[in-house]
């Protein structure tokens, strides 16, 4: 029988190994990992702005403000969804030196090299978010490599599922000694839970009843968020997460070969452009043109013949209060985007019966 000690210390090996890192914090989920991080940036002097998508998980944003940090957010492309190096020369114009770089939907991100380009002539830190690309390559190496520091997540809907835990890689010693050395109970994290769907769903009832769709319904959001960030890691976990890191490949190839059935099957609708080299966590595509009615009518005929489809995400800076005019193709895209699922759950049958129910759903939306 494996000790509790040599499981931990097995996993610590192989992310550390597998992402060419010396040292690995694990945590209760990836989004905590930013409070200690950006504290320790606070104390090197960074000021207390970062750059990041606008499009996200609302929780990396509710971490941001649980560590009073300033977000400046940033429009995605339409293409991916992920921000472009355009973007990132914005924001470094604009005074940002920290950033938080996302490969959304497990595409690598093309601003990755941009990045590293300033970083040669500019202190600016990145802080790399793999939670949903684990598994995924760019220029030769794995997404997870990239930042000073990388996260990774084994949370709910992640290509690792054991409902919980995440995990922070880096070189410096001195960030993860911060991080671990981290007194989580200081923060506000230990309130007591909030049902934040049930928040959510209230915000978005009153937006669609709403003929403007005031992205005001949404304001505020955020600090629900926040009371449902803390978590503290579990053993538990140690032995399913290296078990199924054990067969990454094959679960990677698994969801690529579902990302393809839906790329052949799916009718009317714009592919993300998808990086060879992905590890696809959703199938996501855009219908262009949609109003948010329309999205929601599609969306719920859709699910109405059993197909599970989801419309992730929101746009992140309406969770914070802010209308954000200059960030429209977050909100064409939030608007027009669509996820079916590539998970163990959904099998090829299953793919394919999704594929036929939203090909038929949009013949008839568009009947
Ligand atoms: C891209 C991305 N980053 C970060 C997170 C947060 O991960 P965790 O739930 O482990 O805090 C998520 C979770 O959904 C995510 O999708």
Request: glycine content about 8%; aromatic content about 16%.
């Given at each position: 029988m494996k000790l509790r000690g040599s499981a931990m210390a097995s996993l610590h090996d192989f992310l550390a190994s597998s992402y060419q890192r010396e040292h690995v914090s694990l945590l209760?989920?990836?989004?905590?990992?930013l409070l200690p991080i950006l504290d320790f940036l606070a104390r090197e002097g960074f000021s207390k702005k970062i750059a990041l998508p606008s499009?996200?998980?609302?929780s990396p944003l509710a971490a941001i403000c649980e560590a009073e940090w300033e977000p400046y957010f940033c429009d995605v492309s339409l293409v991916d969804g992920n921000v472009s190096s355009f973007e990132i020369d914005k924001a470094v114009a604009a005074g940002v030196n920290v950033f938080f770089l996302v490969h959304l939907f497990g595409n690598p991100n093309s601003a990755t090299a941009r990045l590293l380009e300033i970083q040669k002539t500019k202190k600016i830190f990145v802080i790399e978010d793999a939670c949903q690309a684990l598994g995924a390559w760019h220029n030769g190496k794995?997404?997870?490599?990239?930042?000073d520091v990388s996260l990774f997540s084994f949370g709910?809907?992640?290509?690792?599922?054991?409902k919980g835990g995440g995990a922070a890689l880096t070189d410096e010693l001195l960030l993860k000694e911060y991080i671990d050395s981290?007194?989580?109970?200081?923060?506000?994290?230990?309130?007591i839970p909030t049902d934040v769907s049930g928040y959510f769903y209230a915000a978005q009832k009153a937006f669609f009843a709403d003929?403007?769709?005031?992205p005001a319904h949404f304001s505020g959001l955020v600090d629900i968020y926040r009371q449902s960030l803390g978590r503290s890691w579990n053993e538990s976990w140690v032995d399913p997460i290296l078990e199924r890191l054990g067969h990454l490949e094959k679960v990677v190839a698994l969801r690529r070969e579902k990302q393809q059935l839906y790329r052949e099957g799916l009718q009317g609708i714009v592919p993300l452009e998808?990086?060879?080299?992905a590890s696809p966590w959703r199938y996501a595509f855009r219908v262009p043109g949609l109003s948010w009615d329309q999205q929601r009518q599609l969306s719920e005929a859709v699910r109405a013949v059993g197909t599970n489809l989801s419309?992730?995400?929101?746009?992140t800076h309406w969770m914070y209060g802010t209308?954000?005019?200059?960030l429209e193709w977050t909100s064409q895209f939030s608007r027009e985007i669509f996820q079916l699922w590539l998970d163990d759950d959904t099998d090829f049958e299953m793919v394919n019966q999704n594929i036929k129910t939203f090909n038929e759903a949009y013949q008839r939306f568009h009947g």
């Open positions: 209760g989920r990836a989004s905590i990992a499009f996200l998980c609302p794995p997404c997870g490599t990239f930042g709910h809907t992640k290509t690792i599922d054991v981290f007194d989580f109970k200081n923060s506000s994290l230990l309130r003929p403007d769709h005031s998808w990086s060879e080299n419309n992730w995400y929101y746009p209308h954000g005019s200059h």
